[in-house]
């Protein structure tokens, strides 16, 4: 069975940081894409980062510079590094997974950048 658990959201004020963290299990890890998405209310959900098998990386315009992804293969695991949050970047936060034959999300975890 395959899952995708994040976890690490929650309320920040603008300007503060928050590391979102996704658990694999029942995948090889390794052979995987990992990617955040987000959703805002009302809106598409969209891509915010990915990370490929090659650890090669890319952001949504809006976060470079601000956000970093990266991957621990050995514990399969993928995280977010959020700094210098705005309000825009609130949604809930979705963690992705995808070969070349399958792909996976998580359940999302709820991140709200507010004063």
């Known amino acids: 069975q395959v899952q995708l658990v994040e976890s690490g959201g929650g309320l920040v004020q603008p300007g503060g940081s928050l590391r979102l963290s996704c658990a694999a299990s029942?995948?090889?890890?390794?052979?995987?894409?990992m990617a955040w998405y987000r959703q805002a209310p009302g809106k598409q959900r969209e891509l915010v980062a990915t990370i490929d098998t090659d650890e090669s990386t890319n952001y949504l315009d809006s976060v470079k510079g601000r956000f970093t992804i990266d991957r621990y293969n050995t514990g399969n695991s993928a995280y977010l590094h959020m700094h210098r949050l705005r309000a825009e970047d609130t949604g809930v936060y979705y963690c992705?997974?995808?070969?070349?034959?399958?792909?996976?999300w998580g359940q999302g975890t709820q991140v709200t950048v507010s004063s």
């Open positions: 029942g995948i090889i890890f390794r052979h995987y894409t």
């Open positions: 992705h997974a995808r070969s070349h034959t399958n792909e996976f």
